[in-house]
């Protein structure tokens, strides 16, 4: 045993005593670490306990230390990944966090402030201000032309378009003390936090207005883009965010109104411009159910014999307290509420239950002349609904003339040339109303298939003998009769203007010389 490295002791059981008397041993003392083993034979009771020699001892416990230490340090690792986990996950949550903060107080397009940020921005700086007599101004944008440019230059130049007028609104502030946001689609908003008087914020907004205007070159091609601006004081329009920014948003909505490309100051007046016009949708929605609108009729007469070719139909709304309200007063609201649309159709049903009074009464038929709302133009059923009207009332089409206008018509070129040759193989008219008012570009004048052209009551307005007004009128007179179209004079209200009118080959004319609008019981 001792050869093969072991080490041992045998010994034999002393009977009397119960002691263990050693036998026989290894040179080298057994240790602590053994086996024993009692072996039983005939003279008594024997004993052999064996342990590993020095040798296998040292490489054993090396091993069992290495073994110990890849446990220990399994078991280390294991712990310090579960307790560093969560340590982890907070960091990422963190991150995350900071992300989606960034993301929601950030345009991603842009990387302007949203307008949560702004709001915030704003409210803290009112509340800087609010002990002392500093103010700030509140400047809310929107691109006249985004749409068109957008529609026709797809929505990659359309996004290049936006980062480039987000450069342009930040290169006119002062960076890291004024903020800017992108409100959404194509409007920003500017913070101003460093202005002493309303005369600042009016430089600001001017400057604005000219940086934007200058052309921007995208990929080859150049393209001018115009703003308006709507301007609010704090804390003078409104001591929240909230309210400055919905009252810049209304004084945006003036300036817009006023003929775009143009800031606007906010005033009380623009409140309750809007309020009325809430209360206008009301009244309007009351009025299309219970049929408070009618149709008056003005004669369109020929110039020469100064007999009736046509009625014009021009609305009237006979309010149950207020009497009868004229266009002017209810159709920029009916149209900005798409109320328009039912107002419209109704107007065309009373058109055609017109004609056929008329056509009993007198025994001969009669066309009318319809004025279309853009909105109501661009329904997607516009088509099929004016068919089903007039065939309900048995009218034929060649009775309607729809009244357009070109802005009207060039919002959806396309769209409005498929929707006039449909109508117009059917045999209904088109005439260009208000000519002269829009964009009034003769090319695309002579792609539209118009058959008469009406000249605006503002150009009538301002012939006279003396008058360079008669110059302009006889060139588009002569410029609809080069383009095959019949023009109709506008508002003539002397003989003067429609003996001139009559002497440039005007061939039909409306207006108070002739006949006011009448209503349907004094026609007939
Ligand atoms: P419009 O189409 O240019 O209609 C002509 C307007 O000029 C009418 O005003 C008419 O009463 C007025 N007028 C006619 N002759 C004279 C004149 O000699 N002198 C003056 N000062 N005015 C004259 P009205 O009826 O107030 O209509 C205003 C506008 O409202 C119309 O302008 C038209 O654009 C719109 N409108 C009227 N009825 C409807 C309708 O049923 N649908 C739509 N969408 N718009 C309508
Ligand atoms: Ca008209
Ligand atoms: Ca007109």
Not at 93 to 115: C, N, Q, W
Not at 267 to 282: F, V
Not at 333 to 362: D, H, S
Not at 381 to 392: K, Q
């Amino acid at each position: 045993l001792e050869a093969k490295g072991y080490r041992f002791v045998i010994e034999k059981k002393e009977e009397k005593t119960g002691e263990w008397r050693q036998f026989s041993r290894s040179k080298l003392d057994i240790g602590q670490t053994f086996v024993a083993s009692i072996v039983n034979v005939p003279n008594g009771f024997w004993r052999i306990k064996l342990s590993p020699g020095v040798v296998a001892n040292s490489w054993w416990s090396l091993l069992l230390l290495v073994i110990a230490l890849v446990v220990a340090a399994l078991g280390a690792y294991f712990t310090y990944r579960i307790l560093l986990e969560p340590i982890k996950l907070r960091r990422l949550v963190k991150e995350k966090t900071k992300e989606l903060e960034y993301l929601a107080f950030h345009d991603a397009l842009t990387g302007l402030a949203s307008r949560r940020l702004l709001q915030e921005k704003i409210n803290e700086h009112l509340e800087r201000v609010r002990h002392t007599d500093n103010i700030l101004g509140v400047l809310y944008l929107d691109l006249d032309n985004f749409k068109r440019i957008n529609d026709t230059m797809g929505h990659d130049m359309g996004d290049q378009l936006l980062q480039e007028i987000a450069l342009r609104v930040q290169s006119c502030v002062s960076q890291g003390v004024d903020v800017v946001s992108r409100m959404g689609g194509d409007e920003f908003a500017v913070l101003l936090t460093s202005i002493d008087s309303k005369k600042d914020a009016e430089v600001i907004a001017k400057q604005l207005i000219n940086t934007i205007a200058e052309v921007i070159k995208l990929r080859h091609r150049e393209v001018v883009m115009m703003a308006s601006i709507g301007i609010t004081i704090g804390p003078e329009d409104g001591l929240l965010a909230e309210e400055l920014l919905l009252n810049a948003d209304l004084a945006l909505y003036a300036a817009k109104n006023n003929g775009k490309n143009q800031y606007k100051f906010f005033n009380q007046q623009m409140q309750q411009k809007m309020i009325s016009m809430l209360d206008m949708e009301e009244g309007l929605r009351e009025a299309i159910k219970r049929d408070q609108f009618f149709l008056v009729f003005q004669p369109i007469v020929s110039m020469s014999t100064k007999e009736t070719v046509k009625f014009e139909a021009l609305a009237r709304w006979e309010h149950p307290t207020k009497g009868v309200i004229y266009p002017g007063t209810f159709i920029e609201e009916a149209e900005e509420t798409g109320l328009i649309v039912p107002i419209g159709w109704q107007m065309l049903e009373k058109a055609c239950k017109f004609i056929n009074q008329y056509t009993n009464r007198y025994q001969q038929t009669m066309t009318v002349a319809i004025n279309v709302s853009p909105r109501q133009f661009m329904e997607a059923d516009f088509v099929t609904r004016v068919r089903e009207i007039l065939a309900e009332n048995t009218v034929l089409p060649k009775h309607i003339t729809l009244e357009v206008t070109e802005s009207m018509l060039m919002e959806d070129i396309d769209h409005a040339l498929v929707v006039m040759d449909q109508l117009r193989k059917d045999g209904m008219q088109f005439s260009m109303d208000d000519f002269g008012t829009g964009y009034s570009s003769l090319a695309q004048l002579k792609q539209l298939p118009v058959s008469s052209l009406k000249i605006d009551r503002s150009f009538v307005m301002d012939i006279g003998s003396q008058n360079e007004g008669v110059q302009i009128v006889e060139a588009i007179i002569a410029m609809s009769h080069k383009l095959g179209l019949d023009v109709v004079a506008e508002g003539i209200e002397t003989q003067e203007q429609s003996d001139l009118l009559e002497g440039m080959g005007c061939e039909m004319g409306q207006g108070y010389l002739f006949s006011q609008p009448i209503t349907v019981k004094q026609l007939l």
